[in-house]
């Protein structure tokens, strides 16, 4: 099994900031590309950012100059730190993991449990 294990949500005024975690841990070969995606109540879940195996970052253009995500490989962690923090961002961020659990094995996607987000005064 592969498990994701999030953290570091919560409620922040507007203007603060944040840093996401989202560790992969239990049975897997490798990492591929990792990500964090967020869903706002009555909104489609939607993309955050990205970040492959070459370091490469795919931002949603509502977050770009604002988040950066980064990515540990010594400890399969990836972050995201958010900065500048807006009311619509408030959503639970859920962290994708591309993985594959064996040599050879086609890759899976792989989802964490998610973390609230709340920008409030």
């Known amino acids: 099994q592969v498990q994701l294990v999030e953290s570091g949500g919560g409620l922040v005024p507007p203007g603060g900031s944040l840093r996401l975690s989202c560790a992969a841990s239990g049975s897997f070969f490798s990492i591929y590309t990792m990500g964090w995606y967020r869903q706002a109540p009555g909104k489609q879940r939607e993309l955050v950012a990205t970040i492959t195996t070459s370091s490469n970052t795919n931002y949603a253009d509502s977050v770009k100059g604002r988040f950066t995500i980064s990515r540990d490989y010594v400890k399969n962690t990836v972050y995201l730190q958010m900065n500048s923090l807006k009311p619509e961002d408030t959503a639970v961020y859920y962290c994708?993991?591309?993985?594959?659990?064996?040599?050879?094995?086609?890759?899976?996607?792989?989802w964490g449990q998610g973390t609230q987000v709340t920008v409030s005064s």
């Open positions: 994708s993991v591309h993985a594959s659990r064996r040599p050879g094995e086609l890759v899976t996607v792989y």
